[in-house]
């Protein structure tokens, strides 16, 4: 049972566009969401979350949204660059009574293009 | 500088061996977590660790354990009853009552 789906295995953007990046999630009792980042044979680094009291948080290019009625979050990147080329993975805090547990989504590969 | 060191970075197994994975942290995390990455998946949790000297198993622990007799460390061995090791392993730590998890480099593991 996938409780937190990416369901977009890849995307393929143009550098200085916007990538937006896609993750639903079954368990309404998430409290907290984020967003990874990971380079090939490399581990994951924390790029941004979201506490489901809000719908919004921002850190310079990236901005995370969340739909709680929908459950889902997304990830906007504007402006897209090179650099931004990785797997993000999203991954939401386990319902109370298994603190600090995460539960990821399978990933989606960002390329973006010069 | 604060982080999380895993060692080796690729590590060959045997078949019938016990290998052990070190990840070691100075972040003073109390939670410590390993997970397991196969190609085209997400992380799947192994173990992990809120304190010392107790762990609880995660979702896919059949044929690994762990020790967590320091606050710095949590090694994870992959024992001879786990029939697909191939895998990236990947550790992780946290503070306590705090979501955000940082992740080690990882370890790779390859069966001969």
């Known amino acids: 049972d996938q409780q937190v789906k990416q369901n977009s295995p890849s995307l393929s953007v143009q550098e200085g566009r916007i990538s937006i990046l896609n993750c639903d999630y079954t368990n309404s009792m998430f409290d907290y969401f984020l967003w990874y980042k990971k380079y090939p044979a490399e581990g994951p680094t924390f790029l941004i979350s979201?506490?489901?009291?809000?719908d919004k948080n921002e850190d310079g290019r990236f901005t995370v949204f969340l739909n709680k009625s929908a459950k889902h979050l997304s990830l906007h990147i504007v402006p897209s660059q090179p650099g931004d080329s990785a797997v993000y993975f999203c991954?939401?805090?386990?319902?109370?009574?298994?603190?600090?547990?995460?539960?990821f989504g399978q990933g989606t590969t960002l390329q973006v293009k010069p | 500088d604060g982080g999380i060191t895993q060692s080796p970075k690729y590590l060959f197994r045997k078949e019938g061996q016990n290998v052990t994975l070190s990840c070691e942290q100075n972040?003073?995390?109390?939670?410590m977590y390993w997970y397991r990455q196969d190609p085209g998946q997400g992380l799947r949790l192994i173990y992990y660790?809120?304190?010392?000297?107790?762990?609880q198993k995660g979702d896919i622990a059949e044929g690994y354990s762990v020790s967590r007799e320091k606050k710095e460390s949590f090694p994870l061995t992959v024992t001879s009853a786990q029939k697909n090791p191939t895998a990236f392993y990947l550790c992780a730590s946290s503070g306590s009552g705090k979501e955000t998890q940082y992740f080690g480099p990882g370890t790779r593991l390859l069966v001969l």
């Open positions: 660790s809120q304190i010392v000297n107790d762990f």
């Open positions: 979201i506490s489901s009291i809000k």
């Open positions: 972040l003073n995390h109390d939670a």
């Open positions: 991954a939401a805090s386990a319902p109370p009574g298994n603190t600090g547990k995460l539960i």
